[in-house]
């Protein structure tokens, strides 16, 4: 295999281990700039994967379970936003529970259950494809990813532009504020949750019916807390936060193909780096990085 | 009742026991959600062919049947205490640990590094493993602390992040010949673990009882829980500790050291969670070998305990046996075909069954009390105004009455009825001061809210 | 105002009350406002004002009575229904989001698609109606306290409400600027018939600037009427519910229009400084002095190079508008701030800021201004909020001696009147009057050479702002150094001895109480100095 060659196959696994990031990443991105640091983005994303091997082995389209395992996300995000935005439970203390339990159901359901193997159809465009070193990455990828392009924009859009992204920064940022203005902060804040379950569902489910084609126990195996990584990476700016996971995805990319190019590389600190470089974010631009200010705030009408 | 109250400990007894009006309710409902988690438990084994019965007696059989069972369960329990104890103390003082379960590993490692590199005669090897532990896992924890109060990091994200580069230290650890990999015998490939610490750093039972191992750390367990009780409750440091928990501001201002009493703190709930990663390590839970595998989940389990107690380390006690003896159980439920993930579904149901009727109710008080007599009625249709073209995206902020928590409004100091919280710290805008004292708008920023129940 | 008295009024309230729990926040209130009025709401901190706004608003449900919107009754249950209805406020605080621009946030809460040329064109038409200039386009961040205030005028203007309601607009104005924004309602009143409502609790206010005035007592409506055919003396004794002489504590209750430059002590009598205040005072060494101290945040001076002194058995008010350093120089004798240079001295001794407490050991006692984030712990009991600062005289070896603390506890209780059912009673439910002396009897009980009193009377109620008064005189008689930081022009001129005036984080002037008018002091706040 040429040099070429060797970077072609690395841009492109990395770009189809970059996907299943990038929109749970653009989920997480709005939760967070709502004030909810949802660190249950890994059980969306586990749940979603499992829901979505589950519903294509019971239909026989991994499409109708890509859109199944969207729900699971978007399901776990709501049994979060009830919890920790109208209950008020701590919503990290939300976050843990709601991981170990998804981790744990379907870890047990997997295990009673026998699934049969689904994917997506891929898209192979036939001259693109041939472009050199880019071609494979842009051009021969399962459907989703072309999905995830129009999220980017749309999730900015959302964020930037439309009045409900207005009123999610105004109560990421200031929620007594927000609610004098007659916007309701609990409510902006689970919608915003619902947005993340939708996309970390889409994420975790590609991640099974895309990416891999059945489900194992454990499968995100912390992906979500990447994510969170990302975000944290990208200070809360949805284009740096996909440069984050651009680079994460790359990472592993790297530490799968490396051996097999006979280049030794320590596989450690590829998985360890992008937390490792999420903390240096955070150390290195601690002043200029501004989160959201109310993040991880919970908001009480009458407790100032 | 009030029999033992000579010089008033009966009725201080009573008073803790006795959490204020409300306080029945919560018990009941906390039964109450109980029963619920355990029959979504039983639902969940019925509807994937399993039976309830036969589990619930496979659970009791693997944990508490015989003394051998019990061996296993009370292994499980010292790490699962000292773990929560640990967590225990950081939620007090604000700065939320989420990362004991690297903290755990790296307590491990540091044990194994020491107990497998001096050669030191009996059991001086052994209290030197426990300590490397403690003091290691302190350090990698009190990281998260300096990186707060130098560079303002997010406690809670700091330690959720170093947990996976815990994870990745030990397996480049015991995946390098020169550092833990173990030595090779024989022509064998080598796998990712050390070599097994020496017999003399080793926990071994207490006594000679006949199927029955009472270990060591148990006991440890249990004197550091009732130790860290008593000083948090009866001391000068856990009122302060108390103090920086409720009220970060006031303590500064009462001349508290509020950074480094929370990094104090920090850094004990990390060395405990280290003791936990030695306890794994030394004691027959495991192989006695640095494994990337070995800390068990005990890190996120033993976060799950002190979650269910409260923040009490005597509480934490009877829970970490009920974990423990869960954990113990799942092994043997696999034997009759449940897979022992029902375990890991069965705890975090009980997590939620405790963490929540507390809440639910403060909630529900203070929402009567806000809007005694006009409950909210129906939510009119909000006329919509001249001016608002309809869109998907917006919905008329008019349905303030369907949220709950919307409707309760101030009322002189019992709208914040709700204890205000174990603070995770945040950054503030500015480094040169401890985000605590941040004055004006910021001076929110040092509470990221989190009373855990 | 006979003619508007034949008007249909804009808004009217009939009999609406409001209970939490035990407290009723509002008792049968009635209310009506026409067009073209100003309508003064005045009434004590807690009188019930802000209660009535929020059922105006939709956040608060009433329990009782109608509203009646023209002659139309109507219900009002959420913000949204409340704007629908022509009502519009202007708050006192919480409702810019500073990293938003100007034009965002005045479109916060509207509905539809965001145009932002519309929206930008829109303030700038409303802001040259109003005379209210600002730059759409801005960060709030960037803007002054004066400026925030336009943008929320603007914000409110903008949907063109009939009523506007105004919850103590000028907390954090100066003269000047009140003065502009009263123009501007008088504008907005006089040629488009919009009716104003503007809550205040400084008399001053109400009678300069409103038609009609209705007094809120304990959440009863107390008196009703034009404000040209009353006196301030009147509105002042229905505030208050007992007759007020004009003595020092209804002049500082913000009841009366300051004309009087009384020193204090001689119109009160009760309790006199023994250490005649001026010129004597001057001789001893400063208890307190604050020298040069500078403190920037996020690169702006908060502080700039500011230097004040007390002396032992003097008060001195630090005066001025909110925002103006003031809340700082709190913070930072609460030792919650380190300044960026400068130093502060108790008893001539340089303190180590950095370190904390030590204020605390070198002989400061501060009653913060926001004793529910500085000040007390809320979860913790009375004793334990008693004894925070003095926890060696409750440890032996480092172990609390459970005794001792409430020996300590229930002296301090007695000597100080604070009611609690026992010392072991949460703090978080004790009334606020009850919370801040707890707060003065810790300070006070560990003998401070200086004290440092923030908005001491912020939301207490009139037994406790008295009893504030008296102590803090006590205090000063009894040698110790006071400052006193207040917004409230009467405060300071009732307790002080000499006035400092801040502006812009700078002392612009500090006058004898004797010398200190009304006019003086504004031109000096208003940034005007010599």
């Known amino acids: 295999m040429s040099a070429a060659d060797n970077i072609a196959t690395i841009l492109s696994s990395g770009a189809r281990l970059t996907v299943p990031l990038a929109f749970a990443a653009c989920g997480e991105y709005v939760a967070q700039r709502a004030g909810t640091l949802n660190i249950s983005v890994e059980a969306m994303m586990l749940g979603a994967a499992f829901g979505s091997i589950a519903v294509a082995s019971a239909t026989g389209s991994a499409t109708i379970g890509l859109v199944a395992g969207a729900l699971v996300g978007v399901a776990v995000a709501f049994v979060h936003g009830i919890l920790s935005h109208r209950v008020q439970i701590n919503t990290f203390v939300v976050g843990l529970v709601l991981n170990a339990l998804v981790l744990g159901l379907t870890s047990y359901l997997i295990t009673v259950s026998t699934f049969t193997g689904h994917q997506v159809w891929q898209v192979d465009i036939p001259v693109l494809r041939d472009i050199p070193i880019v071609g494979p990455m842009l051009f021969v990828q399962r459907w989703p990813v072309y999905l995830l392009l129009a999220v980017i924009p749309l999730t900015w859009w959302l964020v930037e532009r439309s009045r409900w992204g207005l009123e999610l920064r105004a109560v990421g940022e200031n929620p007594q504020a927000a609610d004098v203005s007659g916007i309701e902060v609990n409510k902006r804040r689970r919608q915003a949750l619902l947005w993340c379950g939708l996309l970390a569902g889409l994420g975790g489910a590609y991640l099974a019916v895309g990416e891999v084609g059945s489900f194992n126990q454990n499968m995100t195996a912390g992906r979500g807390y990447l994510v969170i990584a990302a975000v944290i990476f990208g200070a809360w700016r949805l284009g740096r936060t996909l440069i984050g996971c651009v680079v994460f995805g790359l990472a592993d990319a790297m530490r799968l193909a490396l051996p097999a190019l006979g280049v030794t590389m320590n596989s450690q600190l590829l998985i360890a780096a992008p937390y490792l470089l999420a903390l240096l974010a955070m150390l290195v631009f601690a002043t200029t990085h501004r989160e959201p200010r109310a993040l991880a705030q919970p908001f009480q009408r009458g407790t100032t | 009742m009030a029999t033992l109250g000579i010089d008033g ?55 508490m049947a015989s003394p051998a069972a019990w061996s296993t369960s009370l292994l499980y329990v010292a790490p699962l205490l000292l773990v929560a104890v640990g967590a225990c103390v950081s939620a007090r003082s604000g700065f939320f640990n989420i990362g004991q379960e690297g903290q755990v590993l790296i307590g491990a490692l540091a044990g194994a590094w020491v107990g497998l590199r001096l050669a030191v005669p009996g059991p001086l090897l052994l209290v030197l493993v426990l300590l490397a532990s403690v003091v290691g896992a302190g350090i990698w924890a009190g990281l998260s602390a300096l990186m707060y109060r130098f560079r303002g990091v997010n406690v809670v994200v700091s330690t959720m992040l170093m947990t996976f580069l ?21 022509r064998g490939t080598l796998s990712p673990q050390s070599n097994p610490v020496p017999e003399n ?22 004197v550091v829980a009732v130790v860290l009780a008593l000083v948090m409750a009866r001391t000068r440091w856990g009122f302060r500790l108390k103090m920086v928990g409720l009220n970060p501001a006031t303590a500064r201002h009462a001349g508290v050291r509020v950074g480094a009493l929370g990094g104090i703190a920090l850094a004990i709930s990390g060395a405990l969670a280290g003791l936990a990663g030695a306890l794994l390590l030394t004691s027959p839970v495991g192989t006695n070998r640095l494994q990337p595998g070995m800390s068990l989940n005990i890190g996120w389990d033993g976060l799950l305990v002190a979650l269910v107690a409260r923040n009490n380390p005597l509480l934490a006690i009877p829970v970490a046996v009920l974990f423990g003896v869960l954990r113990a159980g799942g092994s043997f439920l696999a034997a009759t075909g449940v897979p022992s993930f029902l375990v890991d579904v069965v705890k975090a149901l009980l997590v939620l069954a405790f963490v929540a009727p507390p809440v639910v109710i403060g909630m529900l008080r203070r929402r009567r009390l806000a809007d005694q007599p006009s409950t909210p009625t129906s939510t009119p249709t909000a006329p919509p105004a001249a001016t608002a073209a309809p869109t998907p995206t917006a919905p008329p902020a008019a349905a303030a009455s369907t949220d709950p928590a919307d409707t309760s409004a101030p009322v002189a100091g019992s709208a914040q009825a709700e204890p205000a919280g174990s603070t995770a710290p945040v950054p503030g805008p500015r480094s040169t001061a401890p985000p605590p004292a941040d004055p004006g708008d910021a001076g929110n920023k040092d509470a990221m809210e989190g009373r855990l129940a | 105002m006979d003619v508007d008295d034949q008007l249909t009024p804009a808004l009217t309230l009939r009999g609406v009350s409001k209970r939490y729990g035990p407290v009723v926040a509002c008792d049968a209130v009635d209310l009506a406002v026409r067009p073209g009025e100003i309508h003064g709401l005045l009434g004590e901190n807690g009188a019930g004002k802000s209660t009535l706004m929020k059922i105006l608003l939709g956040l608060v449900h009433r329990d009782a009575g109608t509203i009646t919107r023209g002659t139309e009754p109507v219900e009002i249950d959420s913000p949204q229904v409340a704007a629908d209805l022509g009502l519009g406020m202007v708050h006192q605080h919480f409702s810019l989001i500073e990293p938003l621009t100007v034009w965002e946030n005045v479109i ?34 960037r803007l002054s306290a004066g400026e925030r205030q336009r943008v929320e005028l603007i914000k409110c203007l903008r949907r063109d409400p009939s009523i506007l309601i105004l919850d103590e607009p000028t907390s954090v104005l100066t003269q000047a600027e009140s003065a502009e924004l009263f123009t501007v309602l008088r504008r907005v009143v006089q040629a488009e018939r919009r009716a104003v409502i503007l809550i205040s609790h400084k008399l001053a206010e109400i009678m300069a600037a409103t038609d009609r005035v209705t007094v ?70 400063a208890a307190l002095r604050l020298r040069e101290v500078t403190m920037l945040i996020g690169g702006l001076p908060v502080l700039d190079k500011l230097s004040l002194e007390v002396a032992p058995g003097e008060i001195v008010g630090l005066y001025g508008v909110e925002g103006n350093g003031q809340a700082t120089v709190g913070e930072l004798l609460a030792g919650l701030l380190v300044p960026d240079s400068g130093t502060v001295e108790i008893d001539g001794r340089p303190v180590d800021l950095v370190r904390p407490g030590a204020l605390h050991h070198a002989g400061l006692g501060i009653v913060p201004e926001d004793r529910h984030h500085s000040g007390v712990v809320l979860d913790m009991s009375v004793a334990e909020n008693l004894v925070m600062k003095s926890l060696a005289a409750v440890t032996t070896r480092g172990v609390l001696s459970r005794r001792r603390m409430h020996k300590i506890a229930q002296q301090r209780m007695t000597e100080f009147n604070i009611v ?48 504030m008064y008296v102590r803090l005189r006590q205090a000063a008689a009894e040698g110790v150094a006071v400052l006193l930081i207040s917004t409230e022009l009467e405060e300071v001129m009732a307790l002080a001895n000499r006035i400092a005036v801040i502006s812009s984080g700078r002392i612009v002037g500090v006058l004898p109480t004797a010398e200190a008018t009304a006019e003086r002091l504004g031109m000096l706040v208003g940034g005007v100095s010599h």
């Open chain 3, 108 to 141: 916060l809460g509207d509905t539809g698609r965001i145009d932002r040329a519309a929206a930008c064109a829109q303030v700038e038409e409303v802001s040259r109606r109003y005379g209210l200039p600002i730059d759409p386009n801005v960060r709030v961040d």
């Open chain 3, 420 to 467: 609690a059912p026992s010392p072991d009673t949460p703090l978080r439910s004790l009334s606020g009057g009850n919370q801040q002396r707890v707060v003065l009897a810790r300070e006070l009980s560990a003998g401070p050479k200086a004290l440092v009193a923030a908005q001491p009377t912020h939301g207490l109620d009139v037994g406790a702002i008295e009893d």
């Open chain 2, 166 to 186: 815990a994870q990745q230290l030990i397996s480049f650890a015991v995946n390098t010949p020169w550092l833990l990999q173990e030595s090779r015998l024989g």
């Open chain 2, 9 to 63: 400990t009966g009725q201080r007894l009573l008073r803790r026991l006795n959490p204020g009006p409300g306080g029945w309710q919560v018990g009941l409902a906390t039964v109450a959600t109980i029963g619920v988690a355990l029959g979504l438990s039983a639902l969940l084994i019925a509807v994937t062919g399993g039976s309830p019965t036969a589990s619930t007696k496979a659970l009791y059989q693997g944990s």
């Open chain 3, 216 to 285: 809120l007592r304990r959440g009863a409506v107390a008196f009703h009427g034009a404000t040209k055919d009353t006196t301030a003396q009147q509105l002042a004794r229905q505030m208050v519910g007992r007759e007020v002489s004009l003595q020092s504590e209804s002049a500082a209750l913000g009841l009366l229009p300051v004309e009087r430059p009384a020193p204090v002590g001689e119109a009160d009598g009760a309790v006199v400084p023994p250490t005649a205040p001026g010129p004597a005072a001057q001789d001893e060494p």
């Open chain 2, 201 to 222: 750093a080793r926990l071994t039972s207490l006594g000679e009882y006949p199927n029955l191992q009472l270990n060591g750390g148990l006991v440890l367990a249990v």
